[in-house]
């Protein structure tokens, strides 16, 4: 049977067309053995079993076909907290740990009340959750499935917040009061050509695509929101790498204040936010 080092060896060459074999094959490795990196690179020599071997086999198949790494494994890491994934929402992307950063820059009571509209395997809320315990935390997303998933996912890393099940802020009250409402809402045109590519493929496009040239959503929850936040509280929102102009202008229009922009690890402007105004 192959050993550790030869079958990480192997999986590169068969996903050499991915744009991550080495990422890819040494998550999937891991999956099969249910051990870490460290474990890869102490033990190189370890051979697999034929059960592991056959199982390595069919991921390196599906991933080839296309399926993203995440729906093989069933998990991806977002803030450093591992999160079950499935395909009733999107897998969570580094991009969006600008939101939370800059949601963990603004100035917010100690207990503030927060709410993360469209919350899909509940990574936004729960990056904050572990980061200020103190929060008291919504979050919502109008698919069932997410609603579970997101669930699951405050249960296993136990980081207590509430999960909604609502078409946007439907299900709350409008003197709700929030002192943050964050959002990763879908922002992608249906006509998008990205759209035929890579993992988006395998992702309901309830959780990417949005009307407008992908500016619906967001229009949604910029006018809407105003209603759920208290005075002087805030709303933050991902967009498009294209978008952030016309999110300013949105926010504008419906009078937030204190209009700022925060840029991603690729420094690309993808979180805008605005202040409502007394
Ligand atoms: C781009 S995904 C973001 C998921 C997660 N917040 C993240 O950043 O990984 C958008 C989410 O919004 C949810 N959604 C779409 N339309 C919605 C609506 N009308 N009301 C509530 N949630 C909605 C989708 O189901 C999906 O989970």
Redesign the pocket.
């Known amino acids: 049977m192959k050993s550790l080092a030869d079958a990480q060896a192997w999986c590169q060459q068969q996903l050499a067309d991915s744009e991550s074999p080495a990422a890819d094959s040494r998550a999937l490795l891991c999956f099969v053995l249910q051990k870490n990196r460290t474990y890869l690179m102490t033990w190189p020599e370890r051979r697999l079993t034929e059960q592991q071997w056959q199982k390595l086999q069919q991921l390196v198949a599906r991933r080839q076909q296309g399926h993203p790494v995440a729906h093989l494994t069933g998990e991806r890491e977002f803030w450093s907290l591992p999160l079950a994934v499935n395909d009733s ?2 897998i ?1 992307r580094p991009d ?1 740990e600008t939101l939370v950063e800059a949601a963990l820059s603004l100035e917010l009571p100690d207990d503030a009340r927060v709410l ?6 509940g ?2 809320a729960l990056a904050l959750k572990s980061e200020r315990p103190a929060w008291q935390i919504t979050a ?4 069932p499935a ?1 609603v579970a998933l997101a669930q699951h996912n405050a249960a296993r890393l136990a980081l207590p917040i509430q999960v909604l099940q ?3 802020f439907d299900a709350l009250p409008n003197t709700a009061g929030f002192d943050l409402i964050v959002s ?3 922002y992608i045109d249906a006509h998008d050509p990205h759209l035929q590519q890579g993992d988006v493929r395998f992702e309901p496009h ?3 695509i949005a009307e407008q040239q992908g500016l619906a ?1 967001i229009a949604h929850i910029i006018e809407q929101g105003r209603y759920y936040l208290r005075e002087h509280g805030w709303l933050l929102l991902e967009q498009g790498w294209q978008q952030a102009p016309a999110v300013v202008e949105l926010l504008t229009e419906k009078g937030y204040k204190h209009i700022n922009r925060w840029t991603d690890y690729g420094n690309v402007e993808r979180v805008t936010g605005g202040q409502k105004a007394s």
């Open positions: 929402t999107l969570p969006t993360d509209v469209g919350t899909g395997t990574a936004i919502l997303d109008k698919q997410a609502s078409h946007w990763n809402p879908p309830s959780a990417l959503d």
